[in-house]
């Protein structure tokens, strides 16, 4: 059997792949380098496995009960729980306030990003998605809130006690919590982020490199 | 090349779609055996180069969050996205330079193509998602630019609240992008000289709206654009009546426009659309997941002044109606059995919009997604799974089997019960009504619905073993499957950051063949095989 011009050996093709596939590696092999070199940390390891689920406890009724310290795992894992009971939360404001009348809403995230390490590019350690519950507090407290959290701010930190409502009527059978008592325990704070040169660089040669390109394949397809 | 049957003398050269023809009775031509054609450097050539308009376009497109990203000075995400786009931009320009030729596009090679750009496409897209360093792996931003494209809304990136809003845009956009058709997108862009249909029709759209492919996508595109205008504005005033700033209003309401109107799910949140408590907002993303769904051929029927008789006897509107009211009915009483709600505000606004938001294939939640599982009991969640299995309209941006095939398959058993009760010399003759026009309901397009409505199944019941394999419960594991093959997004939990990597790998193939509907995703496995085992 002849073979014709432009025909593809099996090797050829095989090699063909591996060479692609090793280019796509070797990419993100640079790419994860670049983005190791502008934090100057470990690269973010996979998050640990969350433990096993365990049974929710009894629910948490009594209206004399002092408040049950919560997090919003534990509400979204239990409703039944805690619903209608008098819990204590505390987490970051993230995004926006939105202020409805005497009351505001302000979505409290309790993740460690929130309330323990910060926002994720401070430190690099993942540690899983976000976790929150939207509180509803006193619309005084809300105009008291400095900073939301987003990429440019870590949120005021807001401590709070009030019902849980598993599907609140106020928000159309959302799961909330209306706060009775709300203060802000640690101010939200601007988060720098210096400019990486070097990406600033690799984005200048890489933009420059495609523009020569675009103008020698329009001058060749002419 | 490709599988198919030729008689011995005269081997033709046949193309990889060649497979989806009917195979010829084994009585007419006794003296046959399978040849597999192994293709060459020009057709090889001719993939690459459109895979590379494609990639030029999506370099384009990168550029918008890269200029938001400049504008609102996040200067290391927007160096991210011009990395992405340069790269894009220059492996598409390099096609263009070497590999640019005359020759059309054949119909198998336009169907590799668009499976090929899909994957390529979808790395590209990924690296200034990995660049903003909210991503554990590359392998975790390639999982959200597959989501994003295959608008399907699955999400594992960390720590969603302090992400910047240029990558917040680009996440969004990938899913405009995907909803759209990437290739619609490098259509409208640059064109091509043939095969345009296939490459259409690779993209999962059954639907030719006009005679022209070329004025089809135009029509997509002035369709999209009018709803763009409609619904950000509508998004922007029912964000600025919730609370937000006008501003952030404005940002939102583009995100949330293009999630909700190409059936995404995205959002610029990590609570969804329960950030917002609004009933307005859910009405007006209710409205855009609806328009989402239904078929771009509607849309040109109700643009013509034919909407409301189209509306009332296209068996996919037809459908669509009875499914979303008896699922809801059974919803209803599942979440009544275990006292979820107490309120018919409550019913309608977390179970009726859930529902919705399953159906259309859009993934927006207004609760946390483990509360499907700690609040709902058992029905319920069940017939989320069944409404995301199901999915909208052919020829729309959502996913699952479609209304049309549900219909059709529909049609086919009842035509088959009154087979029966009817004399045994009468003639049955089924119709459907469908883009304006009545249709017989004949054996080769029950069969290709069937076909395909099983291989869905399939695919939701292959993703739910895996996940039983990984050890989730049966109820949980076929949730996630579903929601990823038909492009949905809603979650109870499984899939966020610390998703197995072996899961993470399968939910991103569902998402890729589950969008593209097999076929383009088949010829291109054919296309790898017969590189490898085909004749010269």
């Keep these: 059997m002849t073979r014709r011009t432009g025909q593809i050996t099996p090797f050829q093709a095989v090699a063909g792949l591996v060479v692609v596939v090793a280019l796509a590696a070797a990419t993100a092999g640079a790419l994860d380098l670049l983005l190791r070199r502008a934090e100057q940390q470990a690269p973010l390891g996979a998050p640990a496995q969350e433990e096993a689920d365990e049974a929710c406890p009894e629910p948490v009724r009594s209206p004399g009960d002092a408040p049950v310290v919560v997090a919003a795992d534990e509400l979204i894992e239990c409703p039944n729980t805690y619903d209608g009971a008098l819990v204590s939360y505390k987490g970051e404001a993230v995004r926006a306030v939105l202020r409805r009348g005497a009351r505001a809403w302000v979505h409290l995230n309790d993740d460690p990003y929130a309330l323990g390490l910060g926002p994720l590019h401070e430190h690099r350690t993942a540690v899983g998605g976000n976790s929150g519950i939207p509180v509803s507090v006193p619309v005084q407290i809300a105009d008291g809130v400095t900073f939301v959290g987003d990429a440019r701010h870590r949120g005021d930190i807001l401590a709070v006690t009030g019902i849980f409502r598993r599907a609140d009527p106020a928000d159309g059978g959302g799961p909330t919590i209306q706060a009775q008592t709300a203060r802000i325990t640690q101010p939200g704070r601007p988060v720098g982020r210096p400019t990486d040169r070097a990406r600033a660089l690799t984005a200048a040669a890489l933009s420059m490199t495609a523009l020569t390109a675009a103008l020698v394949a329009r001058r060749r397809v002419r | ?536």
């Design chain 2, 1 to 536: 090349m490709g599988l198919s049957c030729a008689p011995r003398a005269e081997p033709p050269r046949w193309r990889a779609n060649d497979a989806l023809r009917p195979a010829v009775p084994a009585t007419s031509t006794p003296t046959v055996q399978r040849v597999l054609v192994r293709p060459d450097r020009r057709d090889l050539g001719l993939i690459g180069l459109y895979t590379g308009r494609i990639l030029t376009g999506l370099g384009l497109v990168m550029l918008i969050p890269a200029a938001l990203g400049l504008a609102r000075a996040e200067f290391n995400d927007a160096f991210g996205l011009v990395i992405g786009a340069s790269l894009s931009l220059l492996l598409g320009r390099l096609a263009e330079w070497r590999l640019a030729t005359t020759r059309d596009l054949t119909w198998s090679h336009a169907m590799a193509t668009v499976a090929l750009a899909w994957l390529v496409a979808t790395y590209i897209a990924a690296i200034p998602l990995y660049m903003s360093g909210h991503y554990a792996s590359f392998l975790d931003a390639t999982f959200d630019a597959m989501s994003g494209f295959a608008t399907a809304g699955l999400a594992v990136i960390n720590d969603l609240d302090h992400v910047s809003d240029s990558i917040n845009l680009w996440r969004h956009l990938t899913q405009f992008l995907g909803g759209q058709g990437l290739v619609l997108v490098a259509l409208s862009l640059f064109g091509g000289a043939g095969g345009l249909a296939g490459l259409y029709a690779g993209e999962g759209r059954e639907d030719r709206i006009l005679p022209n492919i070329r004025r089809t996508a135009q029509f997509i595109w002035r369709v999209a654009l009018l709803y763009w205008l409609f619904g950000t504005a509508m998004l922007w005033a029912a964000l600025v009546h919730a609370g937000l700033p006008s501003l952030d209003g404005l940002l939102h309401a583009t995100m949330l426009f293009m999630a909700a109107f190409d059936t995404g799910g995205f959002a610029p949140t990590s609570a969804s659309l329960g950030f917002y408590h609004s009933a307005v907002v859910e009405a007006a993303t209710s409205i855009l997941m609806v328009a989402g769904a239904l078929s771009f051929a509607l849309h040109y029927q109700l643009m013509r002044g034919r909407g409301w008789r189209e509306l009332l006897h296209n068996i996919e509107t037809r459908t669509l109606a009875v499914t979303t009211v008896g699922l809801f009915a059974v919803t209803a009483v599942g979440l009544a059995r275990f006292g979820t709600y107490d309120s018919v505000e409550a019913l309608i606004r977390r179970g009726f919009f859930h529902l919705l938001s399953a159906h259309t294939g859009t993934g927006f939640g207004t609760i946390p997604g483990r509360m499907f599982v700690t609040d709902w009991g058992a029905l319920a969640p069940a017939m989320i799974v069944i409404a995301m299995a199901l999915g909208g309209m052919a020829g729309s941006t959502a996913g699952g089997v479609k209304a049309l095939r549900v219909g059709i398959v529909a049609k086919a058993v009842t035509a088959d019960i009154h087979r029966i009760v009817l004399p045994q010399d009468a003639v049955l003759l089924q119709t459907y009504h469908s883009n304006g026009r009545r249709e017989i309901l004949r054996g080769a397009i029950v069969r290709t619905a069937v076909l395909i409505t099983l291989l869905y199944f399939l695919l939701y019941f292959g993703g739910a073993l895996l996940g039983l394999f990984y050890g989730y419960p049966l109820q949980e594991a076929l949730f996630e499957s579903t929601s990823a093959a038909a492009a949905v997004g809603l979650s109870v939990g499984v899939v966020g950051p610390n998703l197995e990597t072996g899961l993470k790998v399968f939910y991103i193939f569902q998402m890729w063949i589950g969008r593209l509907e097999f076929i383009s995703v088949f010829a291109l496995f054919g296309y790898l095989y017969a590189t490898v085992r085909g004749r010269l």
